[in-house]
């Protein structure tokens, strides 16, 4: 009996899934409001250098951050960030694939869990927060590696050009 249609991929397809995602640290900053009328909103979305943990299975973290400055300041007077690590199970390991699935990851799973997570946040806070958009802009790579194996660890890091 042949495989199951479910069970069968088809020839050429590349397949990848999010398998984990987890919140590991976040952090809330709140500073005295700036005088003045002109606020601006700046929110920030980073995935580090996917790692191969094992055939066909990276680890990566991702940083988002929110915050809201003075159009003059460099610092932000109130900002909550975030970082979720997560599994990215990926059919190939060309790393320029693997990085941009973990970009589309951060900008629709991760970035949805971390919205709830924000607009909880701000509102408790009694900030006052414009809802986020339903994607970010744009997802940047930081270049980082998302682990720093040591010498005797069996784990390749994914390089990239991008």
């Not at 300041?73 to 599994?87: L, N, R």
Request: negative net charge; glycine residues 4%.
């Amino acid at each position: 009996m042949g495989k199951s249609a479910a069970s069968q991929k088809a020839p050429g397809k590349v397949s990848h899934r999010l398998v984990a995602q987890s919140l590991v640290d976040i952090s809330i900053d709140v500073s005295p409001e700036p005088e003045g009328d002109k606020i601006e909103l700046r929110y920030n979305v980073a995935v580090d250098e996917p790692v191969q943990i094992e055939e066909h299975q990276y680890f990566f973290t991702c940083h988002l951050t929110v915050g809201k400055r003075a159009p003059d300041d460099e610092e932000d007077f109130v900002s909550v960030s975030a970082t979720y690590a997560c599994i990215l199970r990926h059919s190939l390991s060309n790393s320029g694939d693997v990085i941009s699935a973990a970009k589309r990851y951060a900008a629709t799973s991760i970035w949805g869990a971390f919205s709830g997570l924000f607009a909880i946040i701000s509102h408790q806070m009694r900030t006052s927060f414009p809802p986020l958009p339903p994607t970010p802009a744009a997802v940047d790579a930081t270049g980082d590696p998302s682990l720093a194996p040591s010498e005797d660890d069996n784990i390749k890091h994914v390089e990239s050009d991008i």
